[in-house]
């Protein structure tokens, strides 16, 4: 089932708009992401039919499909382009009032993170937020994340696993585990770092041969944990 939630990505470049959707979509395989990138004529800038139409689109709007429409969450490369958008949503169709969010984030950890969000059937305003939060995690030292493990903490469970695929987690097994571990009612991090944000679980750096200490505190810790250690154990599909 296509995510309740597209994403629309406006840049002066067309090949930067197209290469974070083709980025995104190594993560979010189902959710509909829509380029605005450049001018007709290929040229850089930002274009007013380009980015309606790719709204329009991204919404479900003229599908022939009965699907309801999807919300639309909009990122945007640089200052221009958030005018441009914002332009455009003065004009949009009178059905998709209040289902386009044009969200305040980085535009590729930002889209990362709203992708791997949407792809998870969050709503457009967690989906916004994860985009948003991404800032906080570009902001904060890397040292703080890094390799550290965390205090025992009462009522949790923690567990030490080794990584076993050898890219270790980059993109895409981030990803998995930041939906894996969003749907369960449970806190969990990997080495100190959020496990439900892929940004704080790329930023750990971890390769194939290194160690994690994953800790789980709430309703469904023992899940949680338990289908964490077993995604890492299990490579992501990745071992030979």
Do not use: W, Y
Not at 5 to 19: D, E, I, M, R, T
Not at 37 to 42: M, N, P, S
Not at 53 to 68: K, T, V
């Amino acid at each position: 089932m296509t995510p309740a939630v597209a994403l629309v990505f406006v840049s002066h470049s067309g090949l930067l708009a197209q290469g974070i959707v083709d980025l995104c979509r190594q993560m979010a395989p189902t959710t509909v992401m829509i380029p605005a990138g450049g001018l007709e004529d290929g040229s850089l800038g930002t274009s007013f039919d380009t980015i309606a139409a790719a709204i329009e689109r991204a919404a479900g709007l003229g599908d022939d499909s009965e699907d309801p429409l999807r919300d639309v969450v909009v990122l945007a490369d640089l200052g221009s382009a958030v005018l441009s958008t914002q332009s455009v949503m003065e004009f949009l169709p009178a059905e998709l009032e209040g289902r386009i969010t044009l969200a305040s984030a980085p535009f590729v950890e930002g889209g990362v993170a709203a992708a791997v969000s949407a792809e998870g059937g969050a709503p457009a305003a967690d989906v916004a937020r994860s985009a948003h939060q991404a800032m906080d995690s570009l902001l904060s030292p890397l040292s703080a994340t890094e390799h550290v493990t965390p205090p025992g903490v009462e009522g949790s469970v923690s567990q030490e696993v080794e990584v076993l695929n050898s890219l270790g987690l980059h993109a895409r097994p981030a990803a998995v585990l930041a939906r894996l571990i969003a749907s369960f009612d449970a806190h969990v991090t990997l080495n100190g770092a959020d496990g439900s944000s892929v940004i704080e679980i790329m930023k750990l750096g971890v390769s194939g041969g290194q160690r994690l200490v994953i800790t789980a505190q709430g309703p469904q810790a023992e899940e949680a944990l338990t289908a964490v250690v077993r995604a890492i154990t299990e490579g992501f599909g990745e071992l030979a």
